[in-house]
């Protein structure tokens, strides 16, 4: 009898799982691998074309210029993005820990931007950093002008060469808070005894912070970076919003999107998509595998 | 926690200076929300690029007026598109989460590492074969289609999330229910569903948030009557033809809906971020 009920429930709990499992087994794998016969295909135009070229499409990538500067610029962009964020994270979060009053309005105010679209941002920051000089000076660029510190005015974006380390600006705007939070739980599971155990042996607080609390928030700081560095990878509404398509900004997602979608061609375009699939594969995958471990032992 | 901050020696010079190291920071996070209300608020003879910083003379409206104007259509479909995505998306991470919680079966050590896995997938490397599902299926260029992407993707998360919470629900109860002859759905509706208010709670403002401030999926999959609101303002501030400050006023009005969240929801939205890690 009880076997029997058992079965019931189980063939219950099947039902009820089986389209999502399915779902996520056709739309994320099924597609992946899909994609990855379009990458081996000669597919140009709107109609579909699955004759196989082998690594045509890869091989072309890598000779193509374009694509250059988009290593380059994730690359610089990745550097900046993910260094502003750890810098300004376990910053804040030291700064938010010292007890001052009105600690949880700052922490929600550092944090408010992650709550908005990098399109927004993108918008608003793109005013901010308008590269105009001279009488059509504005934004920040006249701020600077307005209070002397015109040595900081510059071109932003529309810098030769390093304009894509202007689009880390505002990336870190958004993510920096979060970085923060992540930084505040860490410092927050420290015990308090071993910082009194250190004052008590007449160790400076920057001793203190310095020789014992930053490298316990070594796993804090791995974590941000693989969390951080997998959205600076994927990077593309922040770049589109504030300069739209432009080949010194370009960056992998941005030519995938137009490659596909503008020039038609596919084939190229899921080859541009594999390979951004394989290097977040390659960042996130050992870290997934060690905190699944981490689950299946505690 | 605050007897321990009060424990520690700080002098007030100390004190001073780390609160305007505190101050100077918030400006920075401040500067974009004060042009953006600021340049709001003026009236159209008041906007000028050359006097952005100034505040408003008074309290006008105007840009504000355009920008709706240019973005109520998209503001709905936005609207069309989240309300049943939040919704779809948490019935399906609960019940998904607690199956997964109370029943081992063969193969789940290889599901959870692939639902683990497709939370972090760049969509570029789904995109084609998606974008030739939805033309295949009719569902190309419509709310539905775009929903049903969402709905899809965000499985992942919103299974992960609900079983995190759901892991935490006693054994013991779970038992004493099974004696009692409570079959699978008698346990989640009597045992789990009534402690999940709060794992709904995470999951809804997630998914409301993340396909609300969604641009690849919506740009991709929808056409331009159904261009939920990202789409439609990246137009609006790509176009020549509209003003710098309607494009403030707009972009704070396709801010408004996940800011309000943020500001009255905070707590939750900060569990769901620390929750699934993050998607990006």
């Known amino acids: 009898m009880a076997r029997k009920k058992l079965d019931k429930d189980t063939i219950l709990a099947m039902i009820l799982v089986a389209p999502s499992i399915l779902a996520v087994l056709i739309f994320v794998y099924g597609f992946i691998a899909w994609s990855v016969r379009v990458s081996f295909s000669n597919w140009v135009g709107l109609l579909p074309n699955y004759e196989f070229i082998g690594l045509g499409n890869y091989i072309g990538l890598l000779q193509d210029p374009r694509f250059h500067i988009d290593i380059r610029n994730t690359v610089v962009f990745t550097v900046l993005f993910v260094g502003g964020c750890l810098f300004l994270g376990v910053g804040l979060a030291i700064l938010l820990d010292q007890g001052l009053r009105g600690e949880s309005f700052f922490r929600s105010l550092f944090l408010f931007p992650m709550a908005i679209s990098f399109i927004v941002t993108g918008v608003v920051w793109r005013w901010l950093m308008n590269p105009a000089m001279g009488s059509r000076m504005s934004g920040l660029n006249l701020l600077f002008d307005a209070v002397g510190l015109d040595f900081l005015v510059n071109k932003w974006h529309t810098t030769p060469q390093w304009g894509i380390a202007a689009i880390a600006i505002p990336a870190i705007w958004q993510m920096s808070g979060y970085t923060m939070a992540l930084y505040l739980g860490g410092l927050r599971a420290i015990p308090e005894s071993l910082r009194e155990a250190a004052r008590v042996d007449g160790a400076s607080e920057i001793y203190i912070y310095r020789r014992i609390i930053l490298p316990l928030l070594w796993p804090v700081t791995l974590s941000a970076m693989i969390i951080l560095g997998h959205i600076s990878l994927k990077v593309f509404d922040l770049i589109i919003a504030v300069a739209g398509k432009q080949v010194s900004l370009d960056v992998p997602a941005v030519y995938m999107w137009t490659t596909t979608f503008d020039g038609q061609f596919y084939g190229r375009g899921a080859s541009i998509g594999i390979l951004l699939l394989l290097s977040v594969a390659v960042l996130v995958i050992p870290y997934l595998y060690q905190s699944l471990r981490e689950e299946s032992t505690s | ?280």
Do not use: C
């Open chain 2, 1 to 280: 926690m605050r007897a321990r901050v009060a424990d520690k020696p700080r002098r007030a010079p100390t004190r001073a200076w780390l609160y305007i190291l505190l101050l100077f920071m918030s400006l920075f996070y401040l500067l974009p929300m004060y042009v953006m209300l600021v340049t709001g608020f003026k009236s159209f003879d008041e906007v000028s690029l050359k006097t952005m910083w100034n505040l408003p003379s008074g309290l006008a409206f105007d840009n504000f007026v355009a920008a709706y104007e240019q973005l109520a259509p998209h503001l709905w479909n936005s609207l069309r598109l989240v309300i049943p995505t939040a919704a779809i998306s948490a019935m399906l991470g609960s019940i998904n989460g607690f199956v997964l919680t109370r029943w081992r079966f063969p193969g789940a050590d290889i599901v959870f590492p692939l639902l683990l896995f497709g939370m972090f997938i760049p969509y570029q490397s789904i995109l084609i074969p998606l974008v030739q599902f939805m033309r295949t299926t009719g569902l190309y260029g419509s709310i539905p289609g775009l929903a049903l992407t969402h709905i899809i993707y965000g499985i992942p998360i919103t299974t992960l999330t609900f079983r995190s919470y759901y892991i935490t629900v006693p054994k013991e109860m779970v038992e004493a229910a099974r004696i009692d002859g409570a079959g699978l759905l008698e346990t989640y509706y009597h045992i789990f569903l009534p402690v999940s208010a709060p794992a709904f709670v995470v999951v809804l403002i997630w998914q409301f948030t993340a396909a609300w401030n969604d641009f690849l999926f919506a740009v991709v999959l929808t056409n331009p009557e159904n261009w939920p609101i990202t789409v439609a303002l990246n137009n609006l501030a790509g176009s020549q033809i509209i003003a710098w400050n309607v494009q403030m006023a707009a972009s704070l009005v396709a801010a408004i809906p996940t800011l309000i969240i943020y500001i009255f929801l905070g707590r939750y939205f900060l569990r769901g971020l620390m929750s699934g890690a993050l998607k990006g």
